[in-house]
Nanobody, 119 residues
Framework: QVQLVESGGGLVQPGGSLRLSCAAS????????MGWYRQAPGKQRELVAA???????DYADSVKGRFTISGDNAKNTVYLRMNSLKPEDTAVYYC?????????????WGQGTQVTVSS
């Protein structure tokens, strides 16, 4: 089992910045990828950014050039730096970890942190 604790959400004005953090604990091994998803009211959960175990990153087109995902292996923490925030970035942001088991792949989710972009 992997436990994820997110922090860093809040209310920010358009054009502002936030940094989300996700600390992982528990059985942290064979991690394929860590990432961030978001879900706005009435919409499906979508991938925002992810980083694989070999360092490859992937971003949603809507956040490319504005958001940066990074990790600190020593702290088992993944970050999402969000710049130039827009009202459409408003959502609950969820941390995700993909772990490779012996016979299956497991997804773990954090509890979510609210990001609201509004003037």
């Amino acid at each position: 089992q992997v436990q994820l604790v997110e922090s860093g959400g809040g209310l920010v004005q358009p054009g502002g910045s936030l940094r989300l953090s996700c600390a992982a604990s528990g059985s942290i091994f064979n991690i394929n990828a860590m990432g961030w998803y978001r879900q706005a009211p009435g919409k499906q959960r979508e991938l925002v950014a992810a980083v694989t175990s070999d360092g490859r990153t992937d971003y949603a087109d809507s956040v490319k050039g504005r958001f940066t995902i990074s990790g600190d292996n020593a702290k088992n923490t993944v970050y999402l730096r969000m710049n130039s925030l827009k009202p459409e970035d408003t959502a609950v942001y969820y941390c995700n970890v993909v772990q490779q088991g012996r016979f299956a792949t497991y997804n773990y989710w954090g509890q979510g942190t609210q990001v609201t972009v509004s003037s």
